[in-house]
């Protein structure tokens, strides 16, 4: 079993909708949990991070952490064609996802 | 604010060679990271330091040796070269607190032939 899993994808969403990805993690004691975007052909960059159970908004970004379920979601509200991208999950900082390719259609 | 600084950004190497990715970053992050990605295995982690003066192997550091030559720089040496090296190679930095997740750099795009 790895570490974080991911649903792979693709995600197709149309522009304006809700994205919902979702990441599931194998070590209980894990305490921080971060999301990164990833365009194609570039490096990662880090959208959010979230440490206690419940939810973060930033922006039209919200993550959700459940450490009793063992997982943790980010949702995109009002998606736009720039949003389509691959989504890393990462845990602890180290061990990552193989990441959600999401694409939004005008 | 150049951030994090990888070279070269292409190289293609023969199977056998040797060769030394480089690592620079001015952000005065204590923690630097290497990171192979492969198309649908996500990003693993080869080798990180922790701090000046450290390094710790990661899910896949066979084949791999690293140096932390100062705070600013972390390099990754082939030693000799597989076509199973065939990957992106990212250099990622960050500071102690956990909050504040990664910096990465731009990639190293090798090719072993």
């Known amino acids: 079993q790895k570490e974080v899993e991911q649903n792979s994808g693709p995600l197709s969403v149309p522009e304006g909708a809700i994205a919902s990805l979702n990441c599931t993690y194998s070590?209980?004691?894990?305490?921080?949990f971060f999301w990164y975007r990833q365009y194609s052909g570039k490096s990662p960059e880090l959208i959010m991070s979230?440490?206690?159970?419940g939810d973060k908004e930033d922006g039209r970004f919200t993550a959700q952490l459940n450490k009793a379920s063992q997982y943790v979601s980010l949702l995109i509200r009002d998606s736009q064609p720039s949003d389509s991208a691959t989504y890393l999950c990462?845990?602890?900082?180290?061990?990552f996802g193989a990441g959600t390719t999401v694409t939004v259609r005008a | 604010n150049a951030g994090v600084t990888q070279t070269p950004k292409f190289q293609v190497l023969k199977t056998g060679q040797s060769m030394t990715l480089q690592c620079a970053q001015d952000?005065?992050?204590?923690?630097m990271y290497w990171y192979r990605q492969d198309p649908g295995m996500g990003l693993r982690l080869i080798y990180y330091?922790?701090?000046?003066?450290?390094?710790d192997k990661g899910e896949v550091p066979n084949g791999y040796n690293v140096s932390r030559l100062n705070k600013r720089e972390f390099s990754l040496r082939l030693e000799s070269a597989a076509p199973s090296q065939t990957s992106v190679y990212f250099c990622?930095?960050?500071?102690?607190?956990?909050?504040?997740?990664?910096?990465f750099g731009s990639g190293t795009r090798l090719t072993v032939v």
């Open positions: 952000m005065n992050h204590n923690s």
């Open positions: 330091s922790a701090s000046e003066g450290t390094t």
């Open positions: 070590d209980r004691v894990s305490q921080s």
């Open positions: 979230i440490y206690s159970n």
């Open positions: 990462a845990v602890n900082k180290l061990s």
């Open positions: 990622a930095s960050s500071p102690q607190t956990a909050d504040r997740g990664y910096t």
